[in-house]
Nanobody, 115 residues
Framework: QLQLVESGGGLVQAGGSLRLSCAAS????????MDWYRQAPGKQRELVAA???????AYADSVKGRFTISRDNAKNTVYLQMNSLKPEDTAVYYC?????????WGQGTQVTVSS
């Protein structure tokens, strides 16, 4: 089993920055990919950024150049640095981990960007 705990969400003005953290515990050796997703009210959950065990990264077009995903293996933590935030970035952000045939989710953290 794997447990994921997100933190770092909050309220920020447009143009501001936030850094989200996702701390993993449990069967961390099984993780191949860690992702950040988000879900805005009335919308489907969407993939924001992903990082593999070899540090390859990928981003949604809407966040390229503004968001950066990174990992600290010593702390078993993945980060999402979010800069130049826009009101349309408002959503609940979820951490996800993929290991073998298993997918694990955190509880989510709210990010609200005011105009």
């Amino acid at each position: 089993q794997l447990q994921l705990v997100e933190s770092g969400g909050g309220l920020v003005q447009a143009g501001g920055s936030l850094r989200l953290s996702c701390a993993a515990s449990g069967s961390i050796f099984s993780i191949n990919v860690m992702d950040w997703y988000r879900q805005a009210p009335g919308k489907q959950r969407e993939l924001v950024a992903a990082i593999t065990a070899t540090d390859s990264t990928a981003y949604a077009d809407s966040v390229k150049g503004r968001f950066t995903i990174s990992r600290d293996n010593a702390k078993n933590t993945v980060y999402l640095q979010m800069n130049s935030l826009k009101p349309e970035d408002t959503a609940v952000y979820y951490c996800n981990a993929l290991g073998g045939a298993n997918s694990y989710w955190g509880q989510g953290t709210q990010v609200t960007v005011s105009s």
